[in-house]
């Protein structure tokens, strides 16, 4: 059984900044992906970013230079920096943990990131 508990969602002006955090537990494979995914009101979920074990890092073009993704191997956590933050950010925000090629793949229960123009 593999829990992720979300946190660190609200509502920010543009410009604003957020942190997001998920923590993970239970039986994790120690070599995982770890990441955030977003879904807005009509739209498909898409990747946010993305970071392996080694903290290789993967950035949808829509966040680079204003997200960064980290985690802490020790605490099973992934966190998610957001800043200049726009309206077009704003969506229910989605932690993930996958191993074994996706063969394993977890989802947090989400929250959600409002940005007001």
């Known amino acids: 059984q593999v829990q992720l508990v979300e946190s660190g969602g609200g509502l920010v002006q543009t410009g604003g900044s957020l942190r997001l955090s998920c923590a993970a537990s239970?039986?994790?494979?120690?070599?995982?992906?770890m990441g955030w995914y977003r879904q807005a009101p009509g739209k498909q979920r898409e990747l946010v970013a993305t970071i392996t074990g080694g903290t290789v890092t993967t950035y949808a073009d829509s966040v680079k230079g204003r997200f960064t993704i980290s985690r802490d191997n020790a605490k099973n956590t992934v966190y998610l920096q957001m800043n200049s933050l726009k309206p077009d950010d704003t969506a229910v925000y989605y932690c993930?943990?996958?191993?074994?090629?996706?063969?394993?793949?977890?989802w947090g229960q989400g929250t959600q990131v409002t940005v007001s123009s």
């Open positions: 993930n943990v996958a191993w074994r090629y996706g063969l394993y793949n977890y």
């Open positions: 239970g039986s994790i494979s120690s070599v995982n992906v």
